[in-house]
């Protein structure tokens, strides 16, 4: 969908900001917002650009810039620090030869910490492109990297 | 020793059958609500006692009055899903598993309070609990319990869902406010309260996940006899959200009044791999560490206010003796500084100050005047930010200074100054 279908979906009111930017990241392979983008949203609300920018930089979901295709965001609080989140921390940068905060050349993997996910009943647990992986070990986040990697084209 | 008044449906029924849960007696009390006087439901929940299970534990009833007392013509009713202290995770666990209560308790109040519309703030991380929501507020619209003359009364209510983009502040009532109406997560200043001028400027209530829906389960049994389960001041049952260095991690529903220990050996099976119990964080990143020997304390609003902080969130976080107490309370501080909205000084400077004043005790590197500086420097963030973030954030810090002091000493260097 391009971004004026996107658009026309949304009414023009600022309280529907935050939805309509998580909505244009959503449908793009590098999850992020665009400066032309920018211009777009905030003259289709009705609010300066200033204002559009001052939403994405507040929100930790938000981007300014090029992401993966594949955000992996990684729990990095205690309950589940102390159930080995480090290790996992270890194989994906190992597995992507990236560190954290970095994207892979290919453009496929961005790796980022995240605040806890809310299920530290599972732990460790990451969060890869909407879909949240509980009791992580270093096997089981291989077999979930391999199936990412054979999905794309 | 779990006692389950709102967890009961959870795991046994289909969450996303709306006719499980009408058949396990689901929207019998929005019915009974319809058929009373608005103010015989105040009265209900007033003798009930219930008291908000966000965090701050605030009296619902006093709350619910504010917002009954306003007249005009829009008055709003929001769900704070915004489920984002680290350690919390038992309003996932209700949205995930039983939905419908939620609607059901917004209705409810929405109905006695005579609110017109409601929002449900959802964390955006939560994609399945934002799923399930979506998928419950349809089914609960075509079956008449939302939308125009709910069950056939005259009654109209509908509520809307909004997710969060990354922010725990928003989880604050204001922030969250400001949230909804498409702007940064930063607070204002109080008073007016949000059930004088709320959302987009008019009175509006929010309660958390857990309190509303106590709602329907306090109109079904009566206040009177919902007040006799728990504590005195502290009725009802608590969902706990036990995690850590802990066998049987999960959610627990227990009445208040069970100590920790109960919590912590008998429900959740004991510490791990043989291993030996540090420390526990009570309610979250916001909550104070204690050591063993306080295991014994009564899960209880009262007690737990104590610690100059309000964390009744409920959550549990077992730690064992294989971990560092100063590398925890780095990971708690930068948790804030990451999540601090920046607007007042003494939490967007203070935290910055309190990793470095950490950093020194965990290279050993700390004197006596660190140690004077930590101290002060948590105090003045705790009285002074403006909003609970800033105020309850130094409180790990102030609860490890008093109950683990010797482990500062040790880590002060006495020669340097
Ligand atoms: C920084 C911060 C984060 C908060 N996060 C939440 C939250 O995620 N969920 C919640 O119900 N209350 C949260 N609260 C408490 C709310 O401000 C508010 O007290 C609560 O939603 C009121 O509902 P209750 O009376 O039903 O507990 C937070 C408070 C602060 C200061
Ligand atoms: S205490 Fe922190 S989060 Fe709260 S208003 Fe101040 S800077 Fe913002
Ligand atoms: S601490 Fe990792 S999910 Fe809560």
Redesign the pocket.
Known sequence: MDLTQLLAQYPHEENRLIDLLLDIQKQKNNHFISEQEIQMVAKHIGVSEAKVCSVISFYTLLSFHPRGRYVIQICRDIPCHINHSASIVGTLEQLLGIQMGQTTQNGLFSLEYSSCLGHCDAPPSMRIDGRTYVHLTPDKVKAIISEYRGRTP | MERKLISARCGVINPLSIDDYIKTGGYVALRKALRMERIEILEEISDSKLRGRGGAGFLTSTKMMGLAKESGPMKYIVCNADEGEPGNFKDRFLIENDPHQIIEGMAIIAFATRANHGYIYVRGEYDHAIEVLQWTLLEARKHKFLGNNIMDSDFSFDIELRSGAGSY?CG?EFALIESIEGKPG??RVKPPFPTSIGLFGKPTLIQNVETLVNIPAILTMGGKAYSKIGMPNCTGTKLISLSGNVKNKGVYEIPFGISIRKVIFELGGGIENNKKLKMVQLGGACGPFIPEYMLDMLIDYERFEEFESKTGAGAIIVVDDRFDLFDLMLRVVRFFEH??????T???EGHAQLVILLQKFIDKKASMKDLISIESLARVMHQT???????SSPTAIISTLRYFRDEYIDRCDIWTN
């Not at chain 2, 999540?339 to 007042?344: D, F, R, V």
């Open positions: 502040v604050e930063r607070t999540e601090s909205c920046g607007k007042c003494p939490c967007r930010a403006l909003c609970g973030l800033g105020q």
